[in-house]
């Protein structure tokens, strides 16, 4: 097991990525904290992971909200006595638009759950790590949209490309203290977010997610879009023992789609 009795939060833990990574973890011995706006995915993930034999505590927050976010980790803390990893992966879309017909509405709450609540996750999990001084995992979900702006989601772009460059001023705050601060940038993965934004044209189209992915997309060498599976491998590496030497990292899951 490469988690074995690790503390971890995961935010966005009741749906998509953050369902798979809690999966994931809970095979490799972790003890969860999930956190989520929505109680049904929580009890949902929940289920599933006690189902693995995982030890699992839910809580029911909104991560651009400072008070809720500190009423989490001291949650954790008094419930597992520590915390060794924190995994930021609570996100949402804009509402899709081209830039000059977004609202100010849609790009504050952009910012509010996607950098804001990435933020708050980040700062209070580093207080919580430095204070225990045997070092920590943070690690958070962008997007490819952090690395390449892509058209009608440009808050989403900026919050992405945001979080990218707040965990490397992190990484080089904390590496003393053997913390590591890395970012996951996934591209096209098939969650309940992408079908949000898609489904309405794969319907109109008679089309699947797959084939509009490979077919209307920017290119997938490996050919095939990616699954909550393929992200939770990815985050589980930098979580483990295995990746003691990375930090400050910005690291593509996207099958090829995005190099840089
Ligand atoms: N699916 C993709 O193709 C893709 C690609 C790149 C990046 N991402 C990123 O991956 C992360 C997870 O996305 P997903 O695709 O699994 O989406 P999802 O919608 O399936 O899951 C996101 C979860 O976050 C929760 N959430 C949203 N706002 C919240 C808030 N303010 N406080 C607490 N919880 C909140 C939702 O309730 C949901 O359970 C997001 O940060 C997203 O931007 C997804």
Not at 84 to 92: E, L, S, T
Not at 197 to 214: F, K, M, S
């Amino acid at each position: 097991m490469l988690l074995k009795d690790r503390v971890a939060i995961i935010t966005g833990g009741g749906s998509g990525i953050g369902q798979g990574v809690a999966g994931r973890f809970a095979k490799e011995g972790a003890k969860l904290m999930l956190v989520d706006l929505n109680p049904a995915g929580l009890e949902e993930t929940a289920a599933q992971v006690k189902d693995a034999g995982a030890e699992v505590e839910t809580f029911e927050a909104d991560v651009s909200v400072t008070e809720q976010v500190e009423a989490f980790f001291a949650k954790t803390v008094e419930h597992f006595g520590r915390l060794d990893i924190c995994v930021n992966n609570a996100g949402i879309g804009n509402p899709p638009a081209p830039l000059v017909q977004m609202t100010d509405e849609g790009f504050d709450r952009t910012v509010a759950v996607n950098l804001r609540g990435v933020f708050l996750c980040m700062r209070a999990a580093g207080r919580q790590m430095l204070q225990q001084g045997d070092g920590g995992r943070i690690i958070s979900v962008a997007s490819q949209a952090g690395k390449t702006g892509f058209a009608f989601l440009s808050p989403y772009c900026a919050t992405k490309a945001g979080v990218i460059l707040m965990s490397k001023a992190m990484a080089k705050e904390v590496g003393a203290s053997n913390i590591t601060v890395n970012v996951v940038c996934p591209g096209t993965i098939d969650t309940p977010l992408l079908h949000g934004t898609l489904d309405p044209i794969i319907e109109a189209q008679g089309t699947t997610l797959e084939e509009w992915a490979l077919k209307s997309g920017s290119p997938i060498p490996l050919n095939r879009i990616g699954y909550p599976r393929d992200v939770a491998n990815l985050i589980t590496f930098l979580a483990s023992d295995d990746a003691d030497y990375m930090t400050g990292q910005a690291i593509n899951i996207s099958g090829g789609q995005e190099m840089h």
